[in-house]
């Protein structure tokens, strides 16, 4: 995990100085490429861990959470841009929403924790029309990137069935463990996601995005040792947000050009 979190880090750190020497050595004097790119979205966010029993995450309708992000583009050229991102969320968790096994009721754990989220991420522009002069009204998006969460974790484990599990068990011990350890405040983060831009005008469009964070710890839900502690906490959004480009001349005023 640490060599995936110096990896991904090393590429950003690669394109903010590609940015800069982009900056300071433009050739394209009549270039109508936009520098900067603001947006915001909101929508739901979905913990994945020891208190989701399926892998799509605690997908429970009073488990969802919401959320939202701000963010800036760098656009480097017409299909990179960096991205730098403030997300304020939620994320729950719930053993008892799941009765399908009689075991998780008894554990019953539970939990809700804040984030405040930083990251720092490229953009790949699949059709390479960063410049708002569309070619295609509809336009696909990847990025991947690093960052860092401020979380605030509030667990429960007050209706713990101690006689079911036993009091010398592995569960047991485990939450015992586990209410010993202090959650983290903080914890690093790979976003990685897919998106699709849809041009409302050269300058303006609406987005639909998926983000993946994985994490570096196991206490986002203040539980580790409890459940399956080989395995790391994380979460993702799906948001729906507007953003709108910066762009030079007067062609805020034009309308998307469309291919045929």
């Not at 990179?80 to 053993?95: E, F, P």
């Not at 790949?124 to 509809?138: H, K, L, S, Y």
């Not at 429960?156 to 079911?164: G, I, L, Q, V």
């Not at 036993?166 to 983290?184: E, I, M, R, Y």
Request: glycine letters at 10%; one cysteine or more; charged letters at 20%.
């Amino acid at each position: 995990m640490k060599r995936i979190f110096a990896w991904v880090a090393a590429m950003v750190l690669t394109g903010c100085f590609a940015t800069r020497v982009r900056g300071q050595n433009s050739t394209l004097p009549n270039s109508t490429l936009p520098k900067w790119e603001v947006g915001v979205s909101g929508g739901i966010f979905i913990y994945q861990g020891d208190l989701a029993p399926s892998i799509v995450g605690s997908y429970k309708p009073s488990l969802l959470s919401v959320g939202g992000t701000v963010y800036a583009d760098r656009i480097v050229n017409r299909f990179l841009a960096l991205r730098t991102s403030l997300t304020v969320a939620g994320l729950k968790g719930d053993d008892r929403k799941y009765d399908a096994e009689a075991w998780r009721h008894a554990r019953a754990l539970r939990f809700h924790t804040s984030v405040t989220e930083l990251s720092e991420s490229f953009v790949w522009n699949i059709f390479d029309n960063n410049d708002g002069n569309a070619r295609t009204r509809f336009t696909p998006y990847v990025l991947v990137g690093v960052g860092y969460a401020l979380l605030g974790v509030h667990r429960d484990a007050s209706r713990f069935d101690t006689a079911y599990f036993g009091a010398q068990s592995v569960v047991t011990n485990g939450l015992k463990t586990d209410l010993a350890t202090k959650p983290p405040q903080g914890v690093a983060i790979i976003p990685v996601g897919v998106g699709l831009r849809c041009m409302v005008s050269p300058a303006w469009s609406v987005n639909v995005e998926g983000v993946y964070r994985f994490s570096s710890t196991d206490y986002l839900d203040g539980f580790s040792k409890v459940g399956d502690p080989s395995r790391n906490d994380h979460y993702y959004s799906l948001e729906v947000g507007v953003s709108y480009a910066f762009l030079k001349g007067d062609r805020t005023s034009k309308c998307p050009v469309m291919r045929e």
